[in-house]
Structure formats: C-alpha cells, structure tokens
C-alpha cells in the first residue's frame, strides 16, 4: 500500500466515517443488517449466537444514562486536566444543550453477509491509481504545529478498582448496564461487575502490555537498521509463574530455484494490471520461468494442461483483475490493491521448477 493510500485510510477512520458515538455503531449496524434480515444460505442473520441489539434513545431523566455521561466526561476530564465536576443538576443542565446531529448512513458499505458486496470499477481503480505523494503534504498541512498544543497536557487513567472516587468503576458499571439493555441480556449488580473487573481487566491490561512492549523494543532495532539476526530476540513469557526467556530467532529456512535463493520472506513483486499474456510472458524475461499454474487461494486463474484452448486463448487478452473476479464469482473491493498469487513452474528448457516465492500483484 502506498504512503499516501495509508494516511488517507487514516483520515477516512479517524474522520470521514468515524461514528461519532457508540449509538451511531449500533445504528450503522442495524442499517446494514435489520432485524429479519435473511443471508444468503436462508437463515436468519440474527439467529443462533448473534443477539439483535436495540437502539437506547437518551433520557435526561434516567439515571442510568445520566450516571454515565458523569462518569465519561469526568474521565475525559481527568485526562486532558479540566476541572471535574460531581454535579448531577449542573451536568444534566449542560447536557440538554447539546444538539446530538441526526444519524445520516453512508453509503460506503453494502452489507450481504458474503463477498459479493463489494462494488468496483475501473475508473475507481484508475483515480487511485492516479494519486501521489502530494496527497500526504496537504494531509500533514492540516496537522497543528508542535508549538500550537505545547500547553496540552494529557495524563493517562490508571485503573483503580478500589477507589469509588475515580469513576473507574461508574464508567465500567454504567457501560455494562446499557450494553445489557442494548442486547436485552440479565441484568447484573455493581459488585458482581466490579469483581469481575478487578479480576480480568488488570490481568489483560499487563499483559497486553508487556508484549507491546517487546515488540516495540524489536521495531527500534529494525528502525536503527540493524542486519544481523544476532541483534534480535524473540520472547516467551508466563507473568502468572512469573516465567520470561528470551532467545535468539531461528533463521528462516532458505529454499531455492534455478539459481537463485529465497525464503518466506521474499516474493515476486509485479505492479501493474496486466494481461495474462503480459503476465506470462513478463516471467519468461525477468525471471526465466514459465508459468504453468496461476491460483489466488482456491480460485485458479490459469492452468496450462486443464483449460480449454478456447477459454486459454480469450483469457490471455484479459487482464489478470478480470480472471480473478469470473472465475471467483466475486467483485474485487475497493480498497484492496493486490493480489497474493501463487504459481507452479518450468523453467525455459520446459523442466519443474519445485518451488518459486509467492507473488505480490499490485494491480491498482
């Protein structure tokens, strides 16, 4: 994926589509798969172990809903350093004010339930195509300087399940309670709710933690750009014993064809939509080998022995995008770029060549 493709992504989450509350989530939800909604192998898509949620339309009036806009706000004012604030009458006299805009679907998405859902075409995959690195300037211009939020100050949470000041616990227990009634489940007590996350949730958040934190401490030695294996450590760790281990990583098995060597993490790397023709024949030149067998998972785009004169010589006019979406029955969505393709081959003199890297197929 290119620089500019991966920051528009994240400006599309982060801004574009992102709901602007939990509520919008289970709108967005309901929109794509309403209740009675019938997939495509004729049963029910809320069915078995999928509860239908329902929407909760927010009552100044119910204490349930009012505790958990005091526990929110007053958690998002810790963390940006704004004054707090236990006042029921005053919060609820702020909240009336805020005008909450009017849920508007996008039609972004098509939901089926199957592949199929996906809609693309050319001329989509042409504007991608035509974008450039231009895209990430204006994108980063948009960004505050350093010096504009020099006076923030963010502090982060550190649960404490103990101290019924804190609102940990408010937040956790009103959260609970409305997901309850969003999935019509048994209701439970703020102890029990309380027990639990004394339990679990510290225990997730150590460990989610600590492995975190070895991967980051491997991603600096790979920004500094460090070669050798030597200089990497993989890790195995039990904090219930407590039980850490560090070693060295085994080296990848290396494997070969023709003349040269590879491993899993070498691949062929092809940019362009190409024609099987063109497909074929680029092989014959950069690599010397003839494919025999071209297939994306189980979907087979060429095979040299089984395919019938016929159909070989039509599709070696079609571009490779093209085979895939026939012969898998299935639209390619928009925002996939590539294609991993694996093939069998020969090399010039007509001899099996047993194995070759997989091949990276950026068609857009």
């Not at 101290?163 to 489940?185: C, G, K, M, P, S």
Request: net charge neutral.
């Amino acid at each position: 994926m290119k620089k500019n493709e991966i920051v528009e992504n994240v400006k599309r989450i982060l801004v574009k589509h992102r709901p602007g509350n939990f509520t919008d989530c289970i709108k967005w939800l309901l929109h794509n798969f309403p209740r009675g909604r019938v997939i495509d192998n004729g049963k029910f898509f809320w069915s078995g172990n999928r509860r239908c949620p329902h929407l909760l339309k927010f009552d100044i009036n119910n204490k349930l809903h009012l505790d958990f806009i005091i526990a929110a706000s007053n958690l998002f004012a810790h963390m940006y350093n704004i004054p707090q604030t236990c006042d029921r009458q005053f919060i609820a006299q702020e909240v009336v004010k805020v005008q909450v805009p009017e849920f508007k679907p996008k039609d972004i998405f098509t939901a089926d339930n199957n592949s199929n859902q996906c809609r693309v075409d050319d001329q989509q995959r042409m504007n991608v195509q035509e974008k450039n690195n231009s895209s990430i300037e204006q994108l980063l211009n948009r960004l505050p300087k350093l010096d504009e939020i020099v006076d923030i100050k963010i502090q982060p949470h550190e649960l404490k399940t103990d101290d019924d000041t804190n609102f940990h616990i408010d937040y956790i227990v009103a959260t609970t309670l409305l997901r309850t009634e969003n999935y019509e489940i048994q209701i439970t007590d703020r102890s029990q709710i309380k027990r639990v996350a004394e339990n679990i949730i510290p225990a997730i958040v150590t460990t989610t933690a600590m492995v975190t934190g070895l991967v980051c401490l491997e991603v600096y030695k790979l920004i500094q750009g460090h070669k050798k294996i030597e200089s990497y450590r993989n890790a195995c760790l039990n904090l219930a014993l407590p039980f850490f281990a560090f070693f060295e990583p085994v080296p990848s098995k290396c494997q070969k064809y023709l003349d040269k060597e590879f491993t899993l993490w070498d691949r062929f790397e092809v940019k362009g939509d190409m024609t099987l023709e063109e497909f074929i024949e680029y092989f014959k030149c950069e690599h010397k080998l003839v494919p025999n067998i071209i297939a994306e998972g189980s979907s087979m785009i060429y095979c040299a022995h089984f395919i019938h004169q016929t159909s070989k010589i039509q599709n070696m006019k079609q571009k490779i995008s093209h085979i895939y979406e026939t012969v898998s029955k299935r639209r390619i969505p928009p925002h996939v770029r590539y294609l991993i393709l694996d093939m069998y081959c020969d090399d010039l003199e007509g001899n099996e060549v047993q194995d070759v890297p997989y091949v990276k197929y950026t068609f857009a």
